[in-house]
């Protein structure tokens, strides 16, 4: 389970969100909607651990995922609204210049 506990988020002295609270258990999804300016790219980089934030703790299942951050990277995604897709590459070589990049060459075939 991800837990959210009194998540206060500031940009440049501006509050962004106040006391966030809220638990995704496994096996579920969470939409979370607002307007441009509400917080929820702020909110999802503060939980992969892109962002700090001013106050509040996040928990994945009993434990704080500062003490825990390479296990729960691990467990979980971010893709912001811009890929890291090359346009002019094909879905191939995409492939094959992330796998040399990121030294996993071996698993290009399978992905493929």
């Avoid at 501006?14 to 096996?27: D, E």
């Avoid at 441009?36 to 892109?50: A, D, M, Q, V």
């Avoid at 995922?65 to 590459?89: A, T, V, W």
Wanted: charged fraction near 20%; include cysteine.
């Amino acid at each position: 389970m991800l837990k959210l506990n009194n998540l206060t988020y500031y940009i440049d002295n501006k509050q962004i969100f106040k006391n966030i609270g809220l638990s995704v258990s496994l096996s579920s999804a969470l939409i979370i909607k607002g307007d441009n300016g509400s917080g929820k790219t702020s909110l999802l980089k503060i939980i992969c651990g892109i962002k700090k934030p001013y106050n509040g703790t996040i928990l994945w299942g009993n434990d704080n995922i500062e003490d825990i951050r390479s296990d729960f990277n691990s467990d979980i995604q971010y893709i912001g609204h811009q890929n890291f897709l090359k346009d002019h590459l094909t879905v191939k070589e995409n492939l094959e210049f992330f796998s040399k990049l990121y030294d996993c060459q071996l698993a290009l075939n399978s992905a493929l």
